[in-house]
């Protein structure tokens, strides 16, 4: 009786056929990082979108705010002085009760201005008169520039005299570098000075 060669089950891979297989998953493997990683640059990028509009927009709620109760714009206090991009406003000072003091001549003083890449607002209320305390703060980081128009009764852009301002325009931008191109912001809008005396005629 002859002996029958055993069979074997199936044929292993080869060499070449497993470097193949890891070459391919290396392939794919790639592509999946790489769209990962476009991925998380994507929403890193939007992410600091949505802080620099933040950054950009939050000062615009303060400015409204301060230009509106304002009775006017100064034209210098302590050692600044206003300019394009430094705005100096007199508010009235109010009491302990919320009443305006003396809208003649009982004043605190509102500056911004840009320092070190953030919008600062000082406050400095009138001492033994105002019931605001002085204040420093800044609003928003990443602040590239801040500037202001000054306008008055009749719309006509300011260049000197800003103390006859009736109205102001601001424009706050920003811009923030480090996920690919440097994003940019801008925004701007014009106030009127709701408490400033109407033009005398």
Known sequence: MKERPLRRGGRGFTLIELL?????????????????????????????????????RYPLAWLSRDIQSA????????????????LILKVPSIDASGAIVDLASDFDYVIYSVADGKLRRTYDGLAGVSVRQDSSRYLGDNVTAFT?????????VLTSGFSSAASVRVEVAGAVAGLGPTLHENYSAKFKLRNRPAESE
Not at 148 to 156: I, K, L, V
């Open 20 to 56: 193949i297989v890891m070459v391919v998953m290396v392939i794919v493997l790639a592509a999946v990082m790489q769209l990962y990683v476009k991925g998380q640059a994507y929403f890193l990028r939007q992410g600091a979108a949505a802080d620099l509009q933040e950054d950009v």
């Open 71 to 86: 009775v006017g714009v100064a034209t210098s206090w302590g050692t600044s002085t206003t300019s394009a991009s430094v």
């Open 148 to 156: 202001a128009e000054y306008n008055d009764f009749t719309g006509t």
